[in-house]
């Protein structure tokens, strides 16, 4: 049985969704669907989830919703009409959401994901019934009734154990289960999103619950590429690569699959393969736990900026026992994680995603580490972007970090930091961002068109 999840783009209209249909019927083995809201139809079309978080805004803030709404129900009744649905489909959709609508305010982030759930609860509601109109025989399936439990804020929002038994029940079904990415229930009752682009986690969390023999996410690229299709002209092709490598990559900005999306199907074995609704017929990407790592040491480069450095400096830093305890402590209390801690004898620098720092936590936090520590110098840093060099085969392969310091100094940037991981199946480069793109470039040249480098 396989596991199939399709993302926004690959429902965004009826002729999108006729593609997902044949896709199916072409597999007999596709047997629970995992489906986005509709997304985006053309550049500069809203996705749904978006229409949907202005629509839970103006609600919250005591607007007239009735022009949020009829948009919103506006895309769906069009995609019905397409498909030559009836109204009937339409008038649930727009039942469901106004039910949403009048649910209790109080607490804000609830009401937000009742109302951003709704685009994929309907987007399977609809697309059960398009199938069920074309003689596919196909079941909407209510996560609650599934039983697909999760943890409750401010933990993040991850399955429970129990979810993976009692999803389990899904592979006897006789038809095809389309179930709605993004959301679960806490074991009280209450509906939980996961992040933005969670129904790759859902996907991953039905196939390793019914230990699918596949995991096939189909978007709208034929496959992952070696570097941002944006930044290098016409990438190399991924066409195996393994859990941690894809895990590495898109920590750092490749965005085809959620971060969070791999480590169900990975503790399963489930193998993840990458497919194109738009052209089913290529091969993809597939995500294994082995692959031959012989030929190319590096498998992708990858680039994310948003990133500030907190810089401490002591002399004697090395000796004290519990420094390092102590300065997470006040990053703990501001709610602040980390990403990196590079550290010298005296020094270190704890590297943080920006998004998650304002001024006045930033002055809070030197102020503490300040008379906490009595340390000799305090700041932060921001405007870092994180270059990331990621391969099995970087383990075996000698002077791949020269080359690639090499590559950087020809651009003539400074790298302000430097992190091997480990697992050193990622070489971590702290850069400026505004030499993101040419350090980006030039490893590509280095490590994947040595043809190019002089
Ligand atoms: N619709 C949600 C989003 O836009 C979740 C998803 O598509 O995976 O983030």
């Known amino acids: 049985m396989k596991v199939c999840k399709f993302g926004g783009t690959s429902v965004a209209s009826a002729e999108q969704i006729q593609k997902v249909a044949n896709i199916v019927k072409a597999d007999p083995t596709r047997k629970i669907i995992v489906v986005s809201a509709p997304g985006k139809r053309f550049d500069g079309d809203v996705k749904v989830t978006d229409l949907l978080i202005r629509l839970a805004t103006s609600a919250l803030s005591g607007e007239d919703t009735t022009g949020a709404l009829s948009h919103v129900v ?16 339409v008038s649930i959709i727009a039942a469901d959401l106004s039910y949403r609508l009048a649910f209790s305010k109080d607490d804000p982030s609830l009401f937000f994901d009742q109302i951003k759930a709704s685009g994929e609860d309907n987007s399977a509601k609809l697309i059960a019934a398009y199938f069920s109109s074309i003689g596919m025989p196909a079941e909407y399936i209510n996560p609650k009734q599934a039983g697909l439990v999760v943890t409750d804020p401010p933990k993040r929002v991850q399955a429970l154990p129990e979810s993976y038994n009692n ?168 709610h602040v994680s980390y990403e990196h801690i ?9 590297i943080i995603r920006s998004h998650q720092l304002t001024p006045e936590k930033e002055s809070r936090i030197v102020d503490r580490v300040q008379t906490e520590l009595e340390v000799d110098d305090v700041h932060f840093i921001s405007n870092f972007s994180m270059v990331v060099l990621v391969g099995e085969g970087m383990k075996y392969t000698t002077g791949l970090a020269a080359r690639a310091t090499d590559a950087i100094a020809r651009t003539g940037a400074n790298i302000e930091m430097i992190n091997q991981g480990s697992s050193e199946v990622s070489l971590v480069f702290g850069v400026l961002k505004e030499d993101e793109t040419k350090i980006l470039k030039e490893l590509y040249n280095e490590f994947f068109v040595p043809s190019l480098v002089v």
């Open 74 to 89: 506006g895309r769906y009744a069009s995609i019905a009409e397409e498909l030559g649905l009836d109204s009937e489909i």
């Open 167 to 334: 999803l389990s029940n899904l592979a006897n079904q006789q038809s095809i289960s389309i179930f709605p990415g993004f959301f679960g229930y806490t074991n009280d009752g209450t509906l939980r999103t996961f992040d933005r682009g969670g129904s790759d986690i859902t996907g991953s969390i039905l196939s390793a619950a019914v230990k699918a023999e596949l995991y096939e996410n189909f978007t709208d690229v034929d496959c992952v590429f070696a570097a941002n299709p944006r930044v290098v002209e016409n990438p190399v092709e991924i066409e195996k690569m393994t859990y941690r490598e894809m895990r590495e990559l898109s920590y750092a900005g490749f965005a085809v699959l959620h971060d969070e999306a791999l480590m169900p199907a990975f503790k399963e074995s489930v193998p993840v393969c990458i497919k194109n609704t738009n052209n089913p017929q290529s091969t993809g990407t597939m995500i294994v736990a082995e692959r031959d790592y012989s030929r190319l040491p590096v498998t992708g480069i990858s680039a994310d900026s948003g990133f500030s450095t907190l810089y401490v400096s002591k002399y004697l830093m090395n000796r004290e026992i519990g420094f390092g305890r102590k300065l997470l402590q006040i990053l703990e209390d501001e």
């Open 342 to 350: 590079p550290s010298g004898i005296d020094n270190l620098s704890v």
